[in-house]
């Protein structure tokens, strides 16, 4: 819940821009495609995704792998399969049709003379097969047929389907308010789910119905039953009104008829509502999902500051944030778009403990923080002064018992030392690299050259860094 | 007459003179008073040990093995009874501190620590008056 308000929050201009326009032309695909297979395949794949993402979810690793894998050559899928149906539609429609009109589903085919022949020829138990072509072309599908193109009655119909015509064994094409042909010969269905009692007149015509998007209605000799095959559906006929209403949708309404124009309208809106429903989930989602993490390294900026008050030191120079959100939101943020924040009015000199919290740290949108590391910063802070130390050397080992190290002269003995207040005030001498007492072997003078040893916060004002150190070593007598 | 007015000339000559040494005397005061009250350092060694009130085998590097390390200060001379401080610090930490007496005319002191294994690493001693006026800090290490 907290997600959800956090996202709503979040919510910019660009994100209701972008879930306008998706829905747009998700929409658009809808009204250029609708009736045909492609969007039957479109709500296929969408429904595909919405199993990946639930199996993502889920954590069901070759599942969601799987998913994926087919929804990448999804694309590629759509455009071979339906390499037809997307040119028909792309060259049946202008621009302006493909971007805002709205190809209304008219028709001239005469519904009625269609369902009274159909019922008729069920009451004489004379077997047909009428085929109302879809979108695609069936020139592929039918091996033979007898050019007929003669307007479409109820005579003519059942006159072509009497068992004396010698067309009434094929089926008739019909086309807007022709018959096309008779006497076709259809690719019968290899499907094992029939009615044992289908014979060779439903499986054409069942055959036909499962490769194109035709619409056939299959009259049985035997029973005189009424069968309306689309797609993989077969339906049984129950009533005249049943049939004209199945007929009304697949070819459309005659131009002006008043159910026709509600029907389209209320489909319209639907369409619309749905588009735009389906694509905010998908761009909530996808967009303002919170299901991928990244660890971002953000450096510390400091505010406010005192003149005279110097940073001397951090326990960190960065922070590492461990992000979440969606894929794509997460892999395009920079660590430009991030930054944390303290305001140090309010510190006081030495050590300043900070906890980092939500409200030094700003995001881009819909990015959310599940923690930082490390989750506080250390700032010690100091007033710049200088100090005057002496130098002093680091012995180690041993020297050897019959030697005495008697003195030690340095160059330079003191040292400048600028630096934090607090870190100055309890220092009392600056310290060499160590030297090895086991060096020294004999008595006498010797010289060598030590780097000192310095805090990195710390600056040395005068010499080179370095000592030159002249040992007096005797003899234990 | 003459004589009564020279001798009268010589007395206030007298006072005057009298009176202006004093002035001087009394302004040089404080110097010799501060200079009478501070002791001043002669001698200032680390060493191994102290014999009939002298260093012996002063150095700056000690062994562990040894069992005190000694600090030796001699102030000569001494102007009046007072005590000095002997602070001895491990890296930047007071480890301990003595106070010392110091008599006229001259004196010799020392102050000593046990040495253990924890204790390698520069040390430093600094000699002070009572009121933390450093006289001088001696740096050695204790070793292996």
Redesign the interface.
Same mark, same amino acid.
């Given at each position: 819940m907290e997600n959800l308000f956090l996202v709503l929050y979040n919510i910019r201009w660009q994100d209701l821009i972008d879930i306008a326009i998706s829905s747009y032309i998700l929409f658009r695909l809808y009204v250029l495609f609708r009736g045909t297979y492609v969007i039957r395949v479109l709500i296929g794949f969408a429904m595909l995704l919405i199993f990946g993402r639930i199996a993502g979810q889920l954590e069901l690793i070759v599942t969601s792998y799987a998913i994926q894998g087919i929804l990448a050559v999804a694309a590629l899928i759509i455009i071979v399969v339906f390499r037809n149906e997307i040119r028909s539609v792309l060259q049946a429609t202008n621009m302006k049709s493909i971007l805002w009109g709205f190809s209304h589903k008219f028709t001239d085919t005469p519904i009625d003379s269609i369902v009274d022949s159909v019922f008729e020829l069920s009451q004489r138990k004379d077997g047909a097969i009428i085929v109302c072509p879809g979108k695609k072309d069936l020139k592929d599908f039918i091996q033979s047929s007898i050019e007929v193109r003669g307007k479409i009655s109820s005579e003519l119909l059942t006159s072509i389907f009497w068992h004396g015509n010698p067309l009434h064994d094929g089926a008739v094409i019909l086309k807007d308010d022709k018959i096309m042909a008779a006497g076709a010969i259809l690719p019968l269905t290899k499907r094992e789910d029939l009615p044992s009692y289908y014979g060779t007149r439903h499986r054409a015509g069942i055959g036909l119905a499962d490769q194109a998007d035709a619409l056939v209605i299959i009259v049985s000799e035997e029973r005189g039953e009424i069968v309306v095959a689309k797609g993989l559906k077969v339906i049984n006929i129950v009533s005249r009104e049943h049939l004209v209403d199945i007929l009304h949708n697949h070819l459309g309404f005659d131009e002006g008829e008043p159910e026709f124009v509600r029907r389209e309208k209320t489909r319209i809106v639907y369409a619309a509502v749905i588009s735009f429903l389906f694509v905010t989930s998908v761009w909530f989602s996808f967009a303002r999902s919170l299901d991928t993490v990244r660890t971002v390294d953000v450096p510390i900026e400091y505010s406010n500051r005192q003149s005279d008050i110097q940073i001397f030191s951090t326990s960190v120079n960065s922070v590492q944030l461990l992000l979440s959100g969606s894929g794509t939101l997460i892999k395009s943020i920079r660590p430009e778009q991030m930054q944390i924040k303290f305001d140090l009015s309010d510190s006081k000199l030495g050590k300043n403990t900070y906890k980092i919290s939500k409200n030094n740290i700003s995001l881009p949108p819909g990015i959310a923080l599940i923690k930082s590391i490390p989750s506080v910063v250390d700032i010690t802070l100091d007033q710049e002064i200088s100090k005057k130390l #002496?130098v /002093? $050397?680091?012995?180690?080992?041993? =020297?050897m018992p019959h030697l $005495? =190290? @008697?003195? %030690?002269i340095l160059k330079p003995d003191i040292v400048t030392v600028t630096g934090g207040k607090l870190k100055l005030k309890?220092?009392?001498?600056v +310290?060499t690299e160590p030297f090895q =007492?086991n060096d020294i072997t004999k008595t006498g003078e010797l010289f060598k050259v030590k780097p000192l040893q310095l805090d990195k916060t710390l600056i040395l004002k005068n010499g080179k860094g370095e000592v030159e150190i002249s040992c007096l070593v005797g003899e234990?007598r | 007459m003459e004589s009564l007015k020279n001798r009268l000339v010589l007395l206030i000559f007298i006072l005057i003179m009298v009176t202006v040494c004093d002035a001087a005397h009394s302004a040089e005061a404080p110097v010799n008073s501060s200079n009478r009250k501070s002791p001043v350092l002669t001698v200032a060694n680390m060493c191994e040990g102290v014999e009939d009130f002298k260093p012996t085998? #002063?150095? $700056? %590097?000690f &062994?562990a093995d040894k069992e005190f390390v000694y600090c030796y200060s001699k102030f000569d001379p001494v102007f009046e009874n007072t005590f000095i401080f002997h602070n001895w +610090?491990k @890296? @930047?930490k007071l480890i301990s501190s003595f106070k010392l007496i110091l008599q006229v005319p001259s004196w010799g002191t020392f102050s000593r620590i046990r040495i253990r294994e924890s204790d390698m690493g #520069?040390w /430093?001693v600094e000699i002070t008056d009572p009121n933390g006026k450093v006289f001088k $800090?001696l &740096?050695f &290490?204790i070793? @292996?």
């Open positions: #002496p /002093q $050397i680091n012995w180690t080992g041993k =020297l $005495i =190290l @008697e003195n %030690v309890d220092m009392r001498a +310290y =007492l234990r | 085998f #002063p150095t $700056i %590097v &062994s +610090y @890296e @930047e #520069p /430093q $800090i &740096s &290490s070793t @292996e």
